[in-house]
């Protein structure tokens, strides 16, 4: 299940208002204004996205609000549950066999989970299995790489046409030197664009960019462990054996933290 990631337009907002701040802290409410300059702003997104439209197609184009999107959301990944959730199917298929499994699947969401069980299911070789499902995540890392692509590329055009928008503004105060007075204004209005294009980069793309590779890392690790537990199940590994196995992937808190809910069951049912 996807839910909002409040960390991204957290993010985003405090990187402005740290700007501004040193921005009104610097010159008041008019240094702030000398900020907001119109032909530097049409240069800059302009120009990144006649550069984006020439570097991709528009099939690609049209997925951009989609990936953007995607940094906006966070998956929630649970690991211990999802171990356990392994446990119960490798208990059920030893007890009554794999195909006792198609109703557990009943309650599971995930259609990698799914695919995976359903596989084991119709007696596919292990090594069958591991081919298939890691080529699946081979294909979901590349869908990633395409989408991510767009954003990286913004990061890369966007401080280039703030430069360009830069020289556009030097040639034009060059062409006016005959007035002295005039000189320091010009040179800030034509940096202003250099301005617009590094904090799109630094503070929106680039970092959008990560936080969609993490994500992307997250998953192929969560994939990583279902792979693991499909095969684990098939083969008919005692349950325990499994659930130490994929309690592998637990980072130590997590792990300490299982191991104290499990012995609070345990010594719960002994009390019963």
Do not use: C
């Not at 005959?178 to 630094?202: C, H, K, R, W």
């Amino acid at each position: 299940m996807k839910k909002r990631d409040i960390f991204t337009p957290i993010g985003i907002t405090v990187g402005f208002m740290m700007i501004m701040f040193g921005i009104v802290s610097s010159g008041g409410m008019g240094g702030f204004v000398g900020f907001i300059h119109g032909s530097s702003v049409l240069i800059v997104l302009g120009g990144l996205v006649a550069a984006l439209l020439v570097n991709f197609n528009i099939k690609q184009i049209k997925t951009t609000k989609d990936v953007l999107q995607e940094t906006f959301r966070r998956n929630d990944h649970d690991l211990a549950e999802l171990i356990t959730l392994f446990e119960r199917l490798s208990e059920r298929a030893r007890r009554e066999g794999l195909l006792a499994l198609e109703n557990e699947l009943e309650e599971v969401e995930d259609p990698f989970i799914k695919k995976g069980v359903l596989l084991a299911i119709d007696g596919i070789e292990p090594e069958v299995i591991n081919d298939i499902m890691n080529a699946e995540i081979d294909a979901m890392e590349d869908r990633h790489y395409r989408g991510r692509l767009i954003i990286e590329k913004a990061g890369e055009y966007a401080p280039a046409w703030g430069m360009i928008g830069t020289l556009i503004g030097l040639i034009l105060m060059l062409q006016n030197l005959q007035d002295p007075e005039t000189l320091g204004p010009s040179m800030a209005v034509s940096l202003i664009t250099t301005f617009y294009g590094s904090v799109l980069a630094n503070l929106v793309f680039l970092p959008m960019a990560g936080k969609l590779e993490e994500k992307t890392n997250e998953e192929v690790f969560i994939k990583q462990v279902i792979i693991e537990g499909v095969i684990g199940v098939q083969s008919g590994q005692n349950p325990r054996i499994l659930n130490e196995k994929l309690s592998a992937f637990l980072s130590d808190k997590v792990k300490n933290k299982k191991e104290d809910v499990e012995e609070l069951v345990e010594e719960s049912f002994n009390e019963a």
